[in-house]
């Protein structure tokens, strides 16, 4: 069901070799295995604050992230948790900001999937207010531009965000600049209970891309070679200077908007054909298994890796303190050196 | 992009700010201002500047009239009407090494930006630790016969934000050196310009190229030993006037100019308070919760022994800015008004 | 005649150029006809004719810059007569442009402190917004502001002997400092001790700590602080319990026939003397001789000795509207009943009046208080520092007593006496009551009473 509307430039970028193939299952299976057991431990009770499953769409998320080079930045929303993974973020880090301890990347200042990583993988730390951060992708993509840089500013946003203002405020703006910069729309279909055709009146979202003056592709994200495709396109166009691109990537959202969301506005028979027929992970594996790509013992290994992963993440997190409460109204001004030194690190480390 | 040929300036101008001082070297308070972004574009290649009509326009007040071509569309950076986007992209060059000052053509127009003001430029650095190095600025203020969407005082609700300074010069030196300042400081930053100073006042301004005013320092700008009048803006010289007219009567009233509303410099305002004991708190953002609120509050909390009378606020109400004359002057404080206020305190 | 302004185009415009005259002196005009070019700060343009008709006058030169509101060209109109009319005043809406925004008069630009834009021709109104919210209260002399404490405090000064010259008599910072400077009236230390001053006297310099908690109240409640008389007062009582070993001696007294004096003498007394009677008179001349008898009652305890009185001085606890206050009468012991009753009335009137001397208040030997009047029949009173004993005069009530064996009804009184256990013992006590209570059973007041 790939709707290609107006591709401007051929797919390049490094070779997809078997390496880079099995580094891509990895990733998608890695955001399937952490959010199976962080949901299991909310339901358990052991893991404060929200979670936002983004299962049944890695596919969007792997493969979008996938075509970014590291100085790239990618500006994600509290669902795109795989999609910052693929950028490289440490799991344990991830994790204690998840438990709020002083070593998760916000120190302690946000939690859950409001993550960020600047300086480390320029990703920009997630906020609720979506698509707040579409405005400040078109800022990096401005800055890039200025000073001559060959990088790309990415976003990704829900098919609920795009009845926001700011979505069309920034799309708009950085086709008239021609900014190097790709949108990317997670279409899972629901916004919170809000139906697609609850939230727009045209069929597609990447249809709305010829509004704007720029081109748009909508693609099955439950093929994650289908959707790197189209980002690896979407990224060499900005870079080479082509101008920005609209990728809407389709799935289905297989859990409920956060947690505590039981989801039955989402048709059980949708969800079921997605689940067995749609499934990013399976597809993917059953891909490389077919190919030749990976073996049996491949996918075992790449299992155990992120099993051994996840634990040594959930250990560190618990171990990890809690931010000195003192520090609560510290690094407001940069002046007060807050985040360039070293952060205090308060008592007690309560078990998850 | 290709460069437009530009018309230098409506009215003939076109040069260089400081080409724009009278003949006795004064700069009013517009000019200032020019000055201070001309010289910072000129010292600092990362600073750029965006908004609505400043390039080939000159700025809907001419502030930036003759920087497009000094400087390139570049770095004066005509946008499209889109306020949250234009805070965005401020936010989103700072964080990849740019100083952005983003001009929005009224303070009023503020508030078409209020989520990426008030959520994403308040609060980045305090959650993830990345400077932004960014200047906001605008038009503010009444007095001018321009109704409720061209005369506000919007910076109670970007003060309660927290995490940007907030900067209300009175007069056109302090003005070039906040600004100067702002746009060198690595934290975000609102710097409003009341208009209803712009070409009204002038006096002499430095012309170092290092010529700054540290931020949340506020100034005494006319000493007095009976009532303090705590104040900014443009009623700093309705105080002034006032208090001119109060001393031919034997009272003798402090000024003391805020300069920086967030964070303000409460050492002064207590000094000047344990000298008087006597303490007025003008403002002209509505009397519910503004600037001159926390500051009255301050001094309560703070000064309490030093009171020979209680704090009192001098504000217009809570209605939106009107239209009509007699209604906006009854709307703002005049200087009769405080100089009842004053005689009022003074014989408590 | 009309005359044409510069026009303001701009909110923060204040002056213009004339950059051409498109009209001239003699040169006939249609309505809606570009007068003159412009040029400001923000735009160069044309101005256009109000009116239709014959400039007669060009006031302006080309290439000057005025400010805006000025006079610069008139137009004398079609039909009306050429001659020059008041000018227009500058109001708003005056001759300017069709769209520019109402031109308020300029100010000379280069003045550093502007002037406010005039109202145009309307009076000044009287502002809308809330001004100030100082507080306006009667007499004011009870007010002390923070600064005023704070500074009588750090310079141990007595407040009560500052006039305040503050509206409503407040005493004000600058009173505080006057005293300061010239070297100060201080008072009787700060401080509340055991042996404090007697109440009413100068009030304490320094007010008990404020609690450092809130007020916790619940809904409906209100706080009322403390008015420093008040605070005195209770500085007072609370000394005087917790410094001496109070007990508390009751006797009742027959007082049937003064009952019967004072209804068959009272109008006769008040129209020779110009004061009422009471029974009050009766009591303290009664209780003096009581004092005199038992010289131990008429003492204060000064460390380890107790001082004898050698004259009685009788406190007097009066009601008034700020609480309660004692004038003293003075050598009470010379006095007769009439004098004690003149007496009586006048400390009374003048303690209401707030007019009673610090002399006035200090120095009793002994307490008497009446509150009888308001129905109390026992009473076990606070003693009035430094004196040993306090005496109670509760309300005479009609009761059945035994007489020879037999019920009968007779005016009773209760007479009480809260005493200082350090320094008398319960016999004497006991004694001491008892006199007084023969003295009033026994004694003919009617030869003391000058009728």
């Given at each position: 069901m790939a709707t290609k509307l107006e591709p401007d430039a051929a797919p390049s970028g490094r070779p997809l070799t078997d390496d880079r193939l099995k580094e891509i299952y990895y990733y998608l299976a890695l955001g399937r295995y952490f959010d199976e057991r962080m949901e299991a431990l909310y339901r358990q009770g052991r893991l404060p604050g929200a979670i936002y499953s983004g299962r049944g769409q890695e596919g969007t998320h792997v493969g979008v992230a996938f075509a970014l080079e590291p100085d790239d930045s990618l500006f994600p929303t509290h669902r795109d948790l795989t999609a910052q993974l693929t950028k490289g973020l440490d799991l344990n880090r991830v994790m204690a900001q998840f438990w709020g301890r002083i070593d998760g990347y916000l120190r302690g200042r946000d939690g859950n999937?409001?993550?960020?990583?600047w300086y480390g993988h320029r990703t920009y730390a997630v906020m609720s207010h979506l698509p707040i951060a579409y405005p400040v992708a078109v800022g990096a993509a401005l800055a890039y531009q200025r000073k001559g840089e060959r990088r790309v500013a990415m976003a990704i946003c829900g098919d609920g965000a795009t009845s926001n203002g700011r979505w069309h405020e920034a799309i708009n703006t950085s086709a008239v600049f021609r900014l190097p910069v790709v949108w990317v729309v997670n279409n899972n279909q629901f916004a919170y209970s809000t139906p697609n055709a609850k939230e727009f009146a045209v069929p597609t979202i990447a249809e709305r891309a010829a509004a704007y003056g720029i081109p748009g592709v909508r693609v099955d994200g439950a093929d994650v070679l289908e959707v790197y495709a189209a980002a690896q396109e979407a990224v060499d166009r900005a870079r080479d200077g082509g101008g920005p691109t609209l990728i809407e990537s389709v799935s289905l959202r297989w859990r409920g908007h956060a947690g505590h969301d039981p989801a039955k506005y989402v048709p059980r028979e949708l969800l079921e054909h997605y689940m067995l027929s749609k499934d990013p992970v399976k597809n993917f594996e059953t891909y490389l298994r077919e190919q030749g790509v990976a073996t049996d013992d491949d996918i075992d290994a790449i299992t155990a890796r992120i099993e051994r992963e996840f634990d040594e993440g959930f250990a560190f997190a618990q171990a990890s303190p809690f931010p000195e409460p003192g520090d609560v109204t510290k690094g407001w001004w940069v002046e007060d050196g807050y985040w360039t030194s070293d952060p205090g690190r308060g008592g007690g480390t309560e078990t998850g | 992009m290709s460069t437009q040929t530009v018309e230098s300036g409506a009215a003939g101008h076109g040069a260089?700010?400081?080409?724009?001082?009278d003949d006795d070297g004064q700069a009013t308070y517009l000019i200032a201002i020019a000055e201070a972004l001309w010289e910072e574009m000129e010292r600092d290649e990362r600073v750029y500047m965006l908004g609505e009509d400043i390039g080939v326009y000159g700025g809907a007040f001419k502030v930036t009239e003759g920087f497009i071509d000094r400087f390139g569309p570049d770095r004066v950076m005509d946008t499209p009407i889109a306020e949250e986007t234009i805070v965005g992209m401020a936010v989103g060059s700072a964080m990849e090494g740019l100083r952005p000052v983003a001009e929005f053509q009224y303070a009023d127009f503020m508030s078409s930006g209020f989520d990426e003001i008030t959520t994403v430029l308040s609060r980045y650095h305090y959650r993830a630790g990345v400077p932004l190095p960014v200047v906001l600025r605008a038009p503010s203020g009444g007095g001018v016969r321009a109704s409720s969407f061209h005369s506000i005082n919007p910076e109670p609700w970007y003060a309660y934000a927290g995490g940007i300074k907030i900067m209300c010069p009175a007069f056109p030196s302090d003005a070039k050196g906040l600004l100067k300042s702002a746009v060198r400081d690595d934290n975000p930053s609102m710097f409003l310009e009341h208009k209803w100073i712009y070409r009204r006042i002038k006096e002499q301004v430095p012309t170092e190229p290092d010529f700054l005013v540290p931020i949340s320092s506020a100034a005494v700008k006319r000493e007095g030993t009976d009532v303090s009048v705590i104040t900014y803006g443009a009623m700093v010289h309705k105080a002034l006037e006032a208090a001119e007219s109060l001393a031919q009567r034997g009272v003798s009233a402090e000024v003391v100019d805020l300069r920086t509303v967030y964070p303000y410099d409460e050492e002064t305002v207590l000094r000047s308070i344990e000298k008087t004991a006597h303490a007025l708190v003008l403002y002209e953002s509505y009397r519910f919760l503004g600037i001159g609120s926390e500051v009255a509050a301050m001094i309560a909390e703070k000064a309490f022994e030093h009171l020979d009378a209680p704090v009192v606020r001098l504000a217009p109400p809570n209605?939106?800015?009107?239209?009509?004359p007699p209604l906006e002057d009854a709307f703002l404080p005049q200087v009769a008004d405080i100089e009842a206020a004053v005689d009022r305190l003074a014989a408590w | 005649m009309t005359s044409i302004q510069m026009p303001q185009l701009g909110e923060t415009i204040v002056e213009g150029t004339i950059l051409k005259w498109l009209k001239h002196e003699g040169d006939a005009v249609v309505r809606d006809e570009a007068l003159f070019e412009i040029s400001t700060d923000k735009v160069d343009t044309e101005v256009p004719s109000p009116v239709a008709g014959t400039v007669t006058k060009i006031l302006v030169d080309e290439g000057a810059t005025v400010p805006v509101g000025t006079i610069v060209m008139e137009v004398a109109e079609e039909g009306a007569p050429a001659v020059a009319a008041a000018p227009v005043a500058p109001a708003p809406a005056g001759a300017a442009a069709a769209d520019a925004p109402p031109a308020p008069a300029a100010e000379p630009v280069g003045v550093v402190v502007a002037s406010s834009i005039p109202a145009p021709a309307a009076p000044v109104s009287q502002p809308a917004h809330v001004a100030a919210s100082v507080p306006d209260r009667g007499p004011r002399s009870q007010i002390l502001s923070p600064l005023v404490r704070r500074l009588a405090r750090e310079h141990s000064l007595d407040l009560g002997q500052i006039a305040g010259t503050g509206t409503g008599g407040r005493i004000t910072k600058n009173d505080v400092l006057a005293v300061i400077a010239s070297g100060g009236t201080t008072a009787a230390p700060a401080v509340v001790t055991a042996t404090a001053p007697d109440l009413g006297t100068a009030e304490p310099a320094a007010p008990p700590a404020a609690a450092a908690q809130p007020i916790q109240l619940g809904v409906g409640d209100e706080a009322v602080p403390m008015t420093h008389i008040r605070r005195a007062i209770a500085e007072h009582m609370l000394a005087s319990t917790q410094a001496t070993a109070r007990a508390w001696t009751l006797v009742e007294v027959n007082v049937d026939h003064l009952v019967r004096l004072r209804e068959r003498v009272k109008d006769d007394f008040e129209r020779k003397h110009g004061v009422k009677l009471t029974y009050l008179p009766m009591v303290v001349r009664a209780t003096v001789d009581a004092l005199q008898a038992f010289p131990d009652v008429n003492a204060r305890l000064d460390g380890e000795n107790i001082v004898r009185h050698r004259l009685v001085n009788m406190g007097i606890a009066v009601s008034y509207d700020a609480g309660l206050i004692v004038p003293v009468i003075k050598g009470v012991d010379g006095m007769n009943t009439v004098g004690v009753a003149r007496a009586i009335a006048d400390l009374a009137a003048r303690a209401r009046a707030h007019q009673l001397t610090p002399d006035e208040v200090q120095g009793a030997t002994f307490t008497i208080t009446n509150p009888g009047p308001y129905g109390s029949v026992a009473s076990v009173p606070i003693i009035n520092q430094p004196n040993v004993g306090i005496l109670s005069f509760d309300a005479i009530v009609k009761r059945a007593v035994v007489v020879d064996d037999a019920i009968a009804i007779r005016s009773m009184v209760n007479i009480s006496m809260s005493w200082d256990h350090r320094v008398i013992d319960g016999e004497l006590a006991t004694r001491f009551l008892a006199r007084v209570r023969q003295n009033l059973e026994t004694w003919d007041f009617a030869e003391d009473l000058g009728l």
């Open positions: 999937s409001h993550i960020g990583d | 260089e700010p400081r080409g724009k001082r209605v939106p800015v009107p239209f009509s | -």
